[in-house]
């Protein structure tokens, strides 16, 4: 029905171009008019537009008109001039939209406009790309134009001090990984004061590469860690065991009707591992060879979970993790590889202890497990802004996600010239080895004649043993991936050079273009070789985009066997059993059309399954979202230096009530009134005298509560009274506050995610465990904030307020009781060193340690 409308009435967006047409012919028109103003009228625009949206105008209303001036101060400053698909792609980026361009479209220059017209705001703007290299090279490029034209432009980079931060964000438009933007935005809601919060508010984003940020990066979410104390030595000793188990056969699913009639399989080896789903599980026999290795009777015990998940790790680590395809190992180091970019990602681990797990494989340093201090998902991070867009490539085969998360719509831009490459049908063979041998000839082919051909591999380790062979050969060539990321634009730069033969991981977004010279033009353009369909359509799009630019000659086949992983765990099993059964000579390439169909299936199938992980991941987050947005929006007003000293009177009297109501209940008599338990758990937050009966002057439980709240406020007064100023105490209760809570929510996340962890057991009780984990993380939160209100009250009303004695002359002036006129010496022991261990001084017959040595006593 959805085709048989498009042809009626045109795609979604189709129509929506036809309504961004007249707009664009108006910005054109206007072209001989900025031509004709002097540079220094030219700049005086910046301020007209500024002054037209203070009195009023909107930027709908200024957009024509700004755009026609970036476009104007481009050709000036850069000798380059958007075109009538820039413009448009310019347009939709303004809307808040995904622009999708294709490659060699001029993505970077399109948001030149969108990005000037909402600085005008004065608010910011944010440029995200997916790597600092980008984020350097388009902030000084495209920042020609913004600065010709009177804006402000700075990058954010991995290596600035929060100082060089708060510069670069202060900027009109300002640069920025997506990873760093997000880390910021974390550190920034850990800060104790003011000063140090490098961020400005979320108000607009254009997010480069949008589907690799929003999509392929959001499985994973943005963690700030700080080092626990457990040791490491777990890790090695599971890494020791998870060498000498043997892998068993993989069991299939049960079937329902096999599960309802009790049929079981039989377990072989120690261990099983599900690859679809990337999953270890224990067979009986592994469970008894980790009890003996252990030294345990039974691994279920509660006091042996963590012995049962470090095995999994280390299981895990050797057989579904894999260097150079999820890791490389670089300077003693285990760095985490994109699998949908093949870029190394800087400073993100492995959550969980995986990636102490993977480093005791490796037999590099285990690092100490880390403890999260601070968490967000790329998803609800995102959504954080009040306006958001992004450009791409490929973004309309994930359309629905990125409408259900991120409401956002994908409006497909026409090319600027036709696309004139030829995309021929995969060539499938039998065998791995038969359909690299297949590759090299056609890469032979193709070098022979003078043109230049990309090699698109999947991992690292694909990428190497194709260079072997190239070689062997005799075919020179270039290999970018991610143990050689820094000389990615040298070699991205070469590759369209006349007989340049590239060996490429995941080549898709590198953000540079492959142009292409008269020779290899003449030779037939740019030739794509994919050596392995992508678990993603969207990737091998990516990749086939980068020939054919701008109208430029070029072809693109992909190169597939029945041994891949893709067909091998996802393909039909009939199909492929099918081809398997036919006596199909070596070398013979396989042509089906089911086997077409069988890969676009398998591809889908996975799209679907990682698209529930993604959704899973923000259900759950979302929980954990609220609960930081009120968490933040506190802390933001404490930094904003919001006096807290009403907040914290209403701790003080919140928690009188609430520990009376704890001990005395409203229909007991007063003379059974449980008052040394009032006492134990009132006395050690708010030191007041002990409550007993003779003191008691109302027998209520709400004369005791408002007589106690009394006490509580007047002994807080007097803690007042002891500061030389109030706003001393002002800034007390601040730092107080700040540290309490971000102490207690580090620890709610542990606890969070402990509940994640356990709550999938609430399924075999026919509970929905989101359900479940929704319920529970309130009761947790609501537990937390009562937490932080005690721990501040006790705190408060334990500090010790030094009174500092001054040297008379400098008293008023400094503040300060250091004698800068003495000379220091080193403080000697007059009386001999008591050890924990020696006896007692005081005669007991004890320890020192068990004694006067313990602490509290004196």
Known sequence: MSRLTDKLFGTHSEREIKRIRPLVDKIESLRPAMQALTDEEFRAKTEEFKKRFQNGETLDDLLVEAYAAVREGARRSLDMEPFRVQLIGGIILHQGRIAEMRTGEGKTLVATMPAYLNALEGRGVHIVTVNDYLAKRDAEWMGQVYRFMGLTVGVVLNSMTPQERQEAYRCDITYVTNNELGFDYLRDNMSIYKEQLVLRELHYAIIDEVDSVLIDEARTPLIISGQSGKSTKIYEACDILAGQMKRGADVEDLSKI??????????????????????????????????????????????????????????????????????????????IVDEFTGRVMPGRRYSDGLHQAIEAKEHVKVKRESRTLATITFQNFFNKFDKKAGMTGTALTEEREFREIYGMDVIEIPTNRPVIRFDDQDAVYKTKKEKFRAVVNAVREAYEKGQPVLV????????????????????????????????????????????????????????????????????????????????????????????????????????????????????????????????????????????????????????????????????????????????????????????????????????????????????????????????????????????????????????????????????????????????????????????????????????????????????????????????????????MTRNIMEETVRVLFHVKVEQKVEREEVAKATGTNKDDTAVRQPKRRTDKKIYPNDPCPCGSGKKYKNCHGRPGRV
């Not at 003996?292 to 790790?313: S, T």
């Open 258 to 335: 096999d599960a309802i009639m009790g049929i079981e399989r039989e377990e072989t080896g120690d261990f099983i591992v599900n690859e679809k789903d990337k999953l270890v599980n224990l067979t009986a026999e592994g469970v008894t060879k980790v009890e003996k290795f252990f030294r345990i009777d039974n691994l279920a015990d509660p006091e042996n979970l963590e012995i049962q998940h470090c095995i999994i790790l280390a299981l895990r680590a050797h057989n579904l993790m894999h260097r150079d395809h999820d890791y490389i190992v670089k300077d003693d180091q285990v760095l």
């Open 456 to 783: 698109g591999t999947i991992t690292i380790q694909v990428s190497e043993e194709v260079s072997k062979m190239l070689k062997k050969a005799g075919i020179p060539h270039n290999v970018l991936n991610a143990k050689f990321h820094e000389m990615e634009a040298e070699i991205v730069a070469e590759a369209g050079r006349h007989g340049a033969v590239t060996i490429a991981t995941n080549m898709a977004g590198r953000g540079t273009d492959i142009k292409l010279d008269e020779e290899a033009r003449a030779a037939g353009g740019l030739k794509i070789i994919g050596t392995e369909r992508h678990e993603s359509r969207r990737i091998d799009n990516q990749l086939r985009g980068r020939s054919g630019r701008q109208g430029d000659p070029g072809e693109s086949r992909f190169y597939i066997s029945l041994e891949d992983d893709l067909m091998r765990l996802f393909g039909s099993d009939r199909m492929i059993g099918m081809f398997n059964a036919l006596n199909i000579p070596e070398d013979q390439e396989i042509t089906h059309k089911s086997l077409s169909k069988a890969i676009e299936g398998a591809q889908k199938k996975i799209e679907n399954n990682n698209f529930g992980i993604r959704k899973n991941l923000l259900d759950y987050d979302q929980v954990m979202n609220e609960q930081r947005e009120i968490i933040y929006t506190q802390r933001r007003e404490v930094l904003d230096g919001k006096s807290m000293r009403d907040s914290v009177y209403k701790m003080i009297t919140d928690f009188v009530d609430s520990t009376v109501d704890t001990c005395i209940s409203d229909d007991i008599d007063s003379d059974d009134w449980n008052l040394t338990e009032l006492n134990e758990l009132l006395l050690p937050t708010i030191p007041l005298q002990v409550v007993n009966r003779g003191r008691i002057r109302e027998r209520t439980r709400d004369g005791l509560k408002q007589q106690l709240k009394e006490e509580a406020v007047a002994l807080y007064e007097s803690k007042e009274a002891e500061f030389p100023e109030p706003e001393a105490v002002r800034e007390l209760e601040r730092v107080v506050i700040l540290k309490v809570v971000d102490r207690k929510w580090m620890d709610h996340i542990d606890d969070m995610e402990q509940l994640r962890q356990s709550i999938g057991l609430q399924a075999y009780g026919q509970h929905d465990p989101l359900v479940e984990y929704k319920m529970a993380g309130y009761d947790m939160f609501n537990e």
